[in-house]
């Protein structure tokens, strides 16, 4: 009975004296503090270089975000044209993706937002209307339905931007011709209906960006 109580104490003296030891050696030096603590600051700054983002953008109405679309299809479909080509083009596309990063500077001011729109928008029509143009020979061969909805929105573009013909402006002043031109091109009865389709979206784009002072 001694003998196990003697036993159950040494084990009891055994196990604490071992805590009390791995408490001993766990507790780091000094250098190893200082050690720990640069590999961590070190860690960290890593993480934050490798995590960096712009800053997040919200467009309470979503046109920030509609124009970021347009401008990103835009792009993708002018990268597609052939080398040479579209100088025009590319150029609208250039002054709609400044009109984008002013309008995420300036903290997505609504009229900013509303011209990048509009330019961004015309742009991507206008890419896809070059893109036919120079793949005709790849259309279907097949009758377009008749376009009646077409011409109403040609008309009313036309009445809009005899609203605006007047109106001063900034940066906008060469697109007010190149609207009005776009509407005559679509209304041509030789052209197949998308491509007169894409042609009076892109007036109808750029007579947004005017109308909102562009």
């Known amino acids: 009975m001694a003998t196990g109580n003697a036993r159950r104490k040494n084990v009891k003296s055994s196990k604490g004296g071992a805590i009390a030891k791995s408490k001993t050696m766990a507790k780091p030096t000094k250098r190893a503090v200082n050690a720990i603590r640069k590999a961590v600051k070190k860690h960290k700054a890593k993480r934050v270089t490798q995590i960096a983002r712009p800053r997040v ?47 995420v500077e300036e903290d997505a001011e609504n009229k900013l937002i509303l011209q990048a729109l509009g330019i961004l928008r015309a742009a991507e029509h206008l890419s896809l209307a070059g893109l036919y143009a120079a793949r005709d020979r790849h259309r279907q061969r097949v009758a377009p339905p008749t376009p009646e909805w077409l011409q109403k929105v040609i008309a009313e573009t036309d009445g809009r931007l ?33 491509l007169a389709f894409e042609l009076a979206m892109a007036a109808d784009a750029l007579c947004f960006a005017l109308e909102n002072g562009l």
């Open 57 to 103: 953008v919200y467009a309470a109405d979503y046109g920030l975000m509609t124009a970021f679309h347009h401008m990103q299809r835009a792009a993708v479909v002018i990268s597609l044209m052939e080398k040479g080509t579209g100088k025009d083009l590319r150029g609208l596309l250039e002054r709609g993706v400044k009109l984008y990063q002013q309008a």
């Open 162 to 194: 005899e609203k605006v013909a007047n109106e001063k402006r900034g940066k906008g002043t060469d697109l007010f011709p190149v609207a009005t031109e776009l509407l005559r091109q679509a209304e041509d009865t030789d052209i197949h209906a998308h």
